[in-house]
């Protein structure tokens, strides 16, 4: 017998309610703040306008070469 997607479903729904309920009965004594360590370069990449839009045609043409 199918049971569909309802297993990975509840245990999503799970999982969520867990997280919800910890951070409203259990918060952090100080708030998570990302430390940046210098470890990469985070320049912005000036061609990723270009190679995004490329993408996304490439990816649009795939679907339409099924249909």
Excluded: H
């Amino acid at each position: 017998m199918d049971k569909g997607c309802w297993p990975e479903l509840s245990v999503l729904v799970a999982l969520v309610v867990m997280m919800l309920a910890f951070g409203k009965y259990a918060p952090r004594a100080q708030p998570w703040v990302q430390e940046d360590v210098k470890a990469i370069d985070m320049t912005p990449w000036t061609g990723a306008k270009y190679a995004g839009l490329g993408l996304l045609i490439l990816v649009i043409g795939i679907y339409i070469s099924f249909i």
